[in-house]
């Protein structure tokens, strides 16, 4: 008879597959998150870089890091913003802007989502397919073709100058920021939209018609209400994002109107002022984070509500007035961000394009002139994306399983930390983080790449979890029954079962990190630029045909992934 | 083949005991079914043989080795699920052959752990050996699937299905097959086939085999002895015909489907006989007991009817009326009113025109060896 365990059986277990991937797991973001962030936040105190990590390496260097802190630790910085104008009005800016376009998206939105939903409006699977369209244009290509279109010279403008409208908007202004962001935005506020007009009972509804209510009535005092985890999950998502947009504001820079995440950019870049820069930093996490908080308490249980409900059998709406006017309404919606990508395509074939309808005259040789001048910007693009791609699908696969298999729920909460992480933020305290011995990764291409795979896991383990809880514990059950020790359980069942969440969330990382631009403008060295980073640099410049170009490019490539992994994976992929 | 052997075994969650201090024995080659309702703990006992539930007390032992805190892939178990848990991207074949390549990575070198695991990257780069092949088609032919080693899972019935779960737990050859209501999604007929596959499967083989189950049907079928489980401990252990004939308790008497379970009490025990008085009526047993409040058991089909007009030859007789007769096929199943008692009775072979009418005035009797006494807890 054995008895219990012994000794080489306990080292055994104590280096099992779980044990040694949940260290992995939390040594990465130990690493590429907690250390940044921590970096931040003493630099936003202290005002000079501080090394951080090299206070691990022997006692006598974190005693001097304490002393450091000790003498130079103050909360100046912080008193600065409420002192210093500047940075005060950016921040209210800042939160007046991300409210005010949430609110403009939800509005703009919801009719679309109805109609999507709730409606039998002709051609819905096409607006349906289109509405996706605008999350794939990074912004400062959008804020661009705006600036082709509304701008002085801007085709648009001139129509409106030969019907006797003269100066019909001026694009550079917040509100210009403002109309960009809704445009380009109102996906992220439709998609959870339809998704609850969809699975919400309908018989509440029905039961508002018997009691007499019109429908317009009943619409507004029982489906929205009922609607409202929906709408509020969406304009959170919104308003985040306008947060972090950089984009935007700085392609139309509109003058006398600071926003938090330029600012934090131009401390760093502009003035070298850590101090400052970090400080902004900070104010953005908590921002984003504290809103992120809010509305994961009060969705934490809506979400099932929605994804665990039966599909509801309802009738359609199929009144043609209604229908049609959904449609009309849908068209000019989307045909704000379609004719912006047109626009961009128009003017990366122009020779030249003044104040016209139409460019002078087509060539293809921006194109040539792209592939000669930034091929290796496309290259980098691909490596940079598959690098974060590549490691992303190792922690999108591990922490699931490690969260939802073995119950390490800790690393749940890991996972969507980063959600609260503006490009800008964790670039700025990655540097922080890096610039010194022990780990002197600033400047380098892999910095870039944990910078995406740290912003972007979240979106992908979105993914991987749930495809991961699809799968019935007694399968994996069986395959260790039947013998088979963790690691072979996992690559022979569990892995190719998650195969089509990971493929999808992987994309994800992909096509989000390829056109990523504010911390790559932070974090990408000279030799390492990818296509978004040149593309703005050449804005910038005013080199406007070849960026233009290189956009079509990148668009093109985005429009083709989705496409494929649409055509793979379905509507699971539209998140 | 191997005796199991579970001591003083207990699973908490929470401030719920699943499985409360449970000891058992299964003897060698035996089929051992574990019979009680959902939530009794007979899953959970289950779960923690096969070293998917860790146990929060206790020991478990295979033949003479302690397994309790072995990892599920290091014990030499099979098992069958309730919902197959087949893998629905492999093929039948792989399925089968997954245990014999899981024990290939296991045993063997670095070589063979990379063949195996390009395996289900690749199945032509990595094709399989001759022996498994051969033990997979065999394990296949053992449950008549040897055709469809091809196919995918999903492409198969739900009797196929579970079929191919069943070679796929017994073709590594383990000394002991747990299953898991392995029927329990499958229609009534196939259930019926299905338990005469396995039973018969089992006693070739010589497997010590446990099987949980709610259905007393199955057990009763199956088993060469049955544990009754209640609230995670046992309540009641025999061979099927001790467990059908001397219910411990007036649970395991209404678990087992004796409908007639009336409480009373012993008025007096002579001439071979006990009295019993249960509410208005005096019933006389052959049993005998040591309590005097009891619930007499009378089991549907141990009672007869008669027109109220005919003789009737039974120790307890007692008029009674038709409250409701339903048509059963190879039975009919009435629902008659004695006094202030209602009685379920199963009459055999109806003739389908001649049921009682509800209101009619009958006679009810049964034998007094007819009569179970337990104990009233």
Request: charged share 15%; net charge positive.
């Amino acid at each position: 008879m054995t008895s219990g365990i012994g000794a080489w059986d306990r080292v055994r277990r104590a280096f099992s597959f779980d044990n040694v991937a949940t260290v992995a797991v939390l040594l990465f973001f130990a690493l590429f998150l907690i250390l940044p962030f921590l970096s931040i936040l003493i630099v936003s105190l202290t005002g000079q870089p501080v090394a951080v990590l090299d206070a691990f390496l022997g006692f006598d260097r974190a005693v001097a890091l304490w002393e450091t802190l000790a003498t130079t630790a103050s909360l100046k910085f912080y008193i600065q913003i409420f002192s210093f104008g500047r940075y005060f009005q950016a921040l209210i800016n800042s939160v007046v802007l991300g409210i005010g376009v949430s609110i403009a998206c939800i509005l703009i939105s919801m009719p679309i989502a109805y109609a999507l939903a709730r409606t039998k409006m002709p051609g819905r699977t096409l607006i349906g397919a289109l509405c996706i369209v605008p999350l794939m244009v990074p912004t400062f290509i959008s804020s661009f073709a705006f600036i082709l279109m509304f701008g002085k010279t801007g085709w648009i403008t001139q129509i409106f100058a030969m019907l006797g409208i003269e100066e019909l908007i001026d694009i550079h202004t917040p509100l210009g920021i403002a109309i960009v962001q809704v445009f380009f935005f109102f996906p992220y506020a439709l998609l959870p939209m339809v998704a609850v007009f969809k699975t919400m009972d309908p018989s509440l509804e029905e039961a508002s018609y018997l009691l007499g209510a019109r429908r317009f009535f009943s619409f507004l005092t029982t489906t929205m209400p009922l609607a409202a985890p929906g709408i509020w999950a969406g304009g959170v998502l919104v308003f985040v994002v306008s947060l972090e947009d950089f984009g935007t504001p700085m392609i139309l820079s509109p003058r006398g109107f600071p926003l938090l995440i330029v600012e934090a950019y131009r401390e760093m870049v502009g003035y070298f002022n850590w101090g400052g820069a970090s400080v902004i930093a900070v104010l953005l996490v908590m921002l984003s984070g504290v809103v992120l908080l809010v509305q994961r308490r009060t969705l934490g249980t809506t979400e099932f509500r929605t994804i665990g409900g039966k599909p509801a059998k309802r009738e359609l709406i199929a009144n043609p007035r209604i229908c049609i006017g959904l449609l009309v309404y849908s068209a000019i919606v989307l045909a704000i961000p379609m004719l912006a990508i047109y626009t961009t395509a128009l003017q990366s074939f122009a020779t030249t394009w003044g104040a016209q309808l139409f460019p002078e005259g087509l060539t293809l040789r921006n194109y040539a002139y792209v592939f000669e001048r930034s091929a290796g910007a496309i290259v980098n693009s691909f490596l940079l994306g598959g690098a974060a791609l590549a490691i992303s699908v190792v922690l999108s696969t591990l922490i699931p399983y490690l969260v939802v298999r073995r119950g390490r729920t800790s690393l749940d909460y890991l996972g969507f930390l980063p959600l609260a992480l503006p490009g800008t933020a964790l670039a700025i305290a990655m540097i922080l983080a890096f610039n010194t011995p022990p780990l002197q990764l600033t400047g380098t291409a892999l910095l870039v790449i944990m910078a995406y795979v740290v912003r972007r896991v979240p979106y992908a383990l979105r993914s991987t979890s749930a495809s991961i809880r699809t799968i019935s514990p007694d399968i994996e059950g069986a395959s260790y029954v039947l013998g088979a020790p963790t690691f072979l359980s996992l690559w022979s069942v569990t892995f190719p079962l998650m195969l089509p969440g990971i493929i999808a969330g992987a994309i994800m990382v992909f096509l989000t990190s390829i056109r990523e631009i504010s911390a790559t403008i932070l974090l990408a060295p000279e030799d390492w630029k990818p296509m978004s980073l040149v593309i703005f640099e050449g804005l910038i410049r005013g080199e406007f045909y070849t960026s233009s170009a290189i956009s079509m490019l990148l668009i093109l490539v985005v429009m083709i992934v989705q496409y494929v992994v649409f055509r793979l994976l379905g509507d699971k992929a539209l998140f | 083949m191997a005796q199991v052997r579970l001591q003083g075994l207990q699973k908490v969650y929470g401030s719920f005991r699943a499985v409360d201090n449970l000891t058992l024995t299964v003897e060698d080659g035996e089929f051992f079914a574990l019979l009680g309702s959902s939530g009794s703990g007979k899953t959970t006992a289950l779960r923690c043989t096969a070293g998917l539930e860790q146990p929060t007390a206790g020991q478990i032992f295979i033949g003479d080795q302690n397994v309790t805190h072995l990892p599920p892939y290091e014990r030499p178990c099979g098992m069958m699920f309730q919902s197959y848990a087949l893998f629905p991207h492999l093929s039948v074949f792989d399925n089968v052959a997954y245990g014999l390549r899981a024990q290939r990575y296991r045993d063997g070198g670095l070589l063979d752990k990379a063949a195996v695991l390009g395996g289900f990257i690749n199945r032509r780069l990595f094709p399989a050996d001759e022996s498994v092949r051969k033990r997979v088609l065999e394990a296949l032919r053992l449950v008549e699937l040897e055709n469809q080693a091809d196919k995918s899972p999903t492409q198969l019935s739900g009797g196929m299905q579970q079929r191919v779960a069943l070679a796929r737990a017994l073709v590594t050859e383990p000394k002991v097959l747990l299953l898991d209501e392995p029927l329990s999604n499958l229609d009534r007929k196939l259930r019926v086939s299905m338990r005469a596959t396995i039973r018969k499967l089992q006693q070739s083989l010589r497997i010590t085999a446990i099987y949980v189950t709610h259905d007393q049907e199955e057990a009763l079928s199956m088993a060469d002895r049955i544990a009754i489980m209640d609230r995670g401990k046992v309540v009641q252990l025999g061979t099927p015909a001790e467990i059908y004939d001397r219910p411990a308790s007036a649970f395991v008497a209404d678990f087992i489907g004796a409908e007639n379970i009336l409480p009373g009490r012993v008025v007096s025990a002579e001439n071979g006989y006990t009295l019993l008085e249960v509410g208005s009526l005096r019933i006389r047993a052959t049993a005998k007991i040591g309590a005097t409040r009891i619930r007499a058991v009378i089991r549907p089909q141990a009672i007869r009817l008669a027109r109220a007009d005919a003789p009737m030859q039974a120790s307890n007789v007692f008029d009674g009326t038709v409250r409701y007769g339903a048509y059963l096929g190879a039975t009919a199943r009435y629902e008659v009113n004695v006094g202030d008692h209602l009685f379920i009775v199963d009459v055999p072979d109806p003739r389908p025109g001649a049921l009682m009418a509800p209101g009619e005035r009958i006679k009810l009797g049964f034998d007094a060896d007819s009569v179970i006494l337990v104990e009233d807890a």
